[in-house]
């Protein structure tokens, strides 16, 4: 008898979970969901208060439709619950917790069980998996430890799926890449704006990237466009993958985009995605954009039904070329807090990214300085020009760039092309706006 024919497979990290069938998917949700919202409103008391007012009540929930009638959580009622008002367990059980600064007010603080960690671990496994990573490889974290989510989420999964981590955190560039290059790492995580920080080091001090072992790089933490995914691609010699998380409904592991590169898969075993309109908070169609908005089914230290992200996204539910049946969460176009409203136009800074990227001569180091003159903002993209460029060949920089804004996002911009290295280079998450405007 011949032998069966070997087929070669994706490497899947939980084959029978990612390929769910809708049906199954929907009835493991809605079990969960009834468990999650009784727990909540049984042991949270600022939620319970909210339904009180909004006038529903966990029995409510009879099918996955019905959570539209629940109050939203924002991100406001975790700081209003400082430090640990909104967990539902005692602090005995919490084994971890995390925070962000963020840039206004008070920390917003999450913690979790042994449980949540584990889940967590069990999702970032299972990102990883999807963006091509495997249990042979050496996984370089540059996304950084501490109270930020992205390091020790990150690390955690690398050892679930049982690769290699190197814990370089984010920082000491010089140092990341004789370690990247020595220990001949295969995978890099870190923030896109601090992989091309290392890649533009790695440059500098004749260390190729590009020829080594390095295939993949998983990148997210913040908004990125597809021109510095390709600039990413081909400086690092790597395939870039997008992932997406925040740490009020886990951290790193919400997400993560797979081989067709079609989105992002959004775990719908753990998760609930809605998407709404920013403004009125009703629910959006699947495919058009909006708010999104996510529900935890399994979190335990800290649950969140109908977290509102402020990520403006679209969700696509048809079954991907990959063979995964959960959904994809679209590439996020930024977060609405971020929109910059110019003379009646909304802009996000990955447009002017995407515009910027392009162009030969400048690099992808940018920020947008915002402005009140007179009555108007005005926005002027500094941009740095490529080490190699003439000063005398700026203003041609400036106009081209100028040109291609107006066309691509049909704003008028000013342009300030400066010499490399004027700008502060990413550890973390890029800033991209200098906001100057006199705040009314
Ligand atoms: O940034 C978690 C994370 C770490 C995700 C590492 C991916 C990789 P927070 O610090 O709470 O958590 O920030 C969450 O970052 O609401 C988005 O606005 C933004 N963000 C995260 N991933 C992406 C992405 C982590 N792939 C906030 N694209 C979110 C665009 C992203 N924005």
């Known amino acids: 008898m011949p032998a069966p024919a070997i087929i070669a497979q994706p490497y899947r990290f939980q084959p029978d979970?990612?390929?769910?069938?809708?049906?199954?998917?929907?009835?493991?949700?809605?079990?969960?969901?009834?468990?999650?919202?009784?727990?909540?409103?049984?042991?949270?008391?600022?939620?319970?208060?909210?339904?009180?007012?909004?006038?529903?009540?966990?029995e409510d929930l009879r099918n996955l439709d019905d959570l539209a009638a629940?109050?939203?959580?924002?991100?406001?009622?975790?700081?209003?619950?400082?430090?640990?008002?909104?967990?539902?367990?005692?602090?005995?059980?919490?084994?971890?917790?995390?925070?962000?600064?963020g840039t206004t007010g008070r920390p917003t603080v999450v913690g979790y069980t042994r449980g949540d960690l584990d889940t967590w671990a069990e999702l970032m496994a299972r990102c990883l998996a999807t963006g091509g990573a495997r249990p042979d490889d050496l996984i370089h974290n540059a996304y950084g430890y501490g109270l930020f989510t992205g390091g020790l989420g990150f690390h955690d999964g690398v050892a679930r799926l049982g690769a290699t981590v190197v814990p370089a955190?984010?920082?000491?560039?010089?140092?990341?890449?004789?370690?990247?290059?020595?220990?001949?790492?295969?995978?890099?995580?870190?923030?896109?704006?601090?992989?091309?920080?290392?890649?533009?080091?790695?440059?500098?001090?004749?260390?190729?990237?590009?020829?080594?072992?390095?295939?993949?790089?998983?990148?997210?933490?913040?908004?990125?466009?597809?021109?510095?995914?390709?600039?990413?691609?081909?400086?690092?010699?790597?395939?870039?993958?997008d992932t997406y998380g925040l740490s009020e409904v886990l951290g790193p592991g919400v997400a993560a985009e797979c081989e067709a590169s079609n989105g992002l898969h959004g775990w719908e075993d753990h998760f609930i995605f809605e998407t709404v309109d920013p403004d009125t908070g009703t629910r959006r169609p699947d495919g058009e954009a909006g708010e999104l908005v996510i529900t935890t089914l399994t979190k335990e230290a800290l649950p969140m039904i109908r977290y509102r992200t402020r990520d403006i996204s679209r969700l696509e539910r048809a079954t991907c070329a990959c063979g995964r049946s959960h959904v994809r969460i679209m590439r996020i176009t930024g977060r609405s807090d971020d929109m910059i409203i110019l003379r009646g136009v909304n802009v996000y800074p990955t447009q002017v990214e995407a515009a910027l990227v392009d162009v030969p001569g400048v690099s992808p180091n940018y920020q947008l300085v915002l402005e009140t003159q007179g009555t108007m903002d005005k926005m002027t993209v500094e941009v740095e020009a490529d080490p190699v460029i003439d000063p005398s060949v700026y203003p041609d920089l400036e106009a081209e760039i100028a040109h291609r804004i107006k066309s691509l996002i049909g704003i008028s911009a000013g342009v300030l092309v400066r010499e490399f290295g004027a700008l502060p280079r990413s550890l973390g998450k890029a800033i991209r706006v200098r906001d100057l405007r006199r705040k009314a």
């Open 70 to 101: 629940f109050p939203f959580s924002l991100k406001s009622d975790l700081r209003d619950a400082y430090p640990f008002g909104l967990f539902a367990v005692p602090r005995t059980q919490i084994l971890r917790l995390h925070a962000s600064s």
């Open 169 to 241: 955190s984010g920082g000491g560039t010089e140092r990341q890449i004789v370690l990247l290059r020595d220990f001949a790492a295969t995978v890099l995580c870190a923030t896109p704006s601090y992989a091309l920080n290392i890649a533009e080091v790695a440059e500098r001090e004749g260390v190729d990237l590009r020829g080594g072992p390095l295939r993949l790089g998983m990148f997210g933490a913040e908004p990125w466009s597809d021109g510095m995914r390709a600039e990413l691609q081909s400086r690092l010699g790597i395939v870039a993958r």
């Open 17 to 58: 979970i990612e390929t769910m069938s809708r049906d199954a998917l929907s009835a493991l949700q809605l079990d969960r969901l009834r468990a999650i919202v009784r727990r909540t409103y049984d042991l949270v008391a600022p939620y319970r208060t909210k339904c009180d007012a909004a006038g529903v009540r966990p």
